[in-house]
């Protein structure tokens, strides 16, 4: 790893945390833990992002590429300043999640896995979340969850997520 940090000291102090829960020389089991922690402070998980996580930890590259491209919650592309995700899964769909989907697209004239024309907002398609009984349930830059989004509270969403 070269002298030069990509990431700010808190972050790795972060990182050293997670470190710290699993035995010595295991620092490789905090892979998870070190990619959101980057990607909170960078926004995404960058090719320098994974290098610099890889050589933190004493990994190859591509062992850490592997977890960030297999769990869907990592921004493997920059994201827009703010990040939506809703849930599809069968208890949401049922509750209305894919008329939500469609007038989400619509509104913002993007599909899943792209970001607005003006860099606003980037849909993304998220597995079940654990709020079923709050179907359908969105996620708002990975941190604020919100339940019961259906069709009338799209043009309300859309603005807030545009004003941040």
Same mark, same amino acid.
């Given at each position: 790893?070269?002298?030069?940090?990509?990431?700010?000291?808190?972050?790795?102090?972060?990182?050293?945390?997670? =470190? +710290?829960?699993?035995?010595? &020389?295991?620092? /490789?089991?905090? @892979?998870?833990?070190?990619? !959101? =922690? +980057?990607?909170?402070?960078? &926004?995404?998980? /960058?090719?320098? @992002?994974?290098?610099?996580? !890889?050589?933190?930890?004493?990994?190859?590259?591509?062992?850490?590429?592997? @977890?960030?491209?297999?769990?869907?919650?990592?921004?493997?592309?920059?994201?827009?300043?703010?990040?939506?995700?809703?849930?599809?899964?069968?208890?949401?769909?049922?509750?209305?999640?894919?008329?939500?989907?469609?007038?989400?697209?619509?509104?913002?004239?993007?599909?899943?896995?792209?970001?607005?024309?003006?860099?606003?907002?980037?849909?993304?398609?998220?597995?079940?979340?654990?709020?079923?009984?709050?179907?359908?349930?969105?996620?708002?830059?990975?941190?604020?969850?919100?339940?019961?989004?259906?069709?009338?509270?799209?043009?309300?969403?859309?603005?807030?997520?545009?004003?941040?």
């Amino acid at each position: 790893m070269s002298d030069e940090k990509l990431l700010s000291a808190d972050a790795y102090r972060a990182i050293d945390k997670e =470190i +710290a829960k699993y035995p010595e &020389g295991r620092k /490789s089991s905090a @892979v998870m833990a070190a990619l !959101a =922690i +980057a990607q909170n402070e960078i &926004g995404w998980v /960058s090719e320098s @992002v994974v290098e610099d996580v !890889a050589g933190y930890l004493d990994m190859r590259p591509i062992a850490v590429w592997e @977890v960030a491209t297999f769990y869907g919650m990592y921004n493997l592309e920059k994201p827009g300043r703010s990040k939506l995700a809703i849930c599809t899964n069968l208890p949401c769909a049922l509750q209305g999640a894919n008329k939500t989907v469609d007038q989400l697209k619509l509104k913002l004239g993007i599909d899943f896995n792209e970001t607005a024309l003006d860099g606003s907002v980037t849909l993304k398609e998220a597995e079940c979340m654990g709020a079923c009984g709050d179907a359908p349930v969105v996620i708002i830059n990975d941190r604020e969850m919100r339940g019961k989004i259906g069709v009338s509270d799209i043009d309300a969403l859309i603005e807030e997520l545009k004003a941040r």
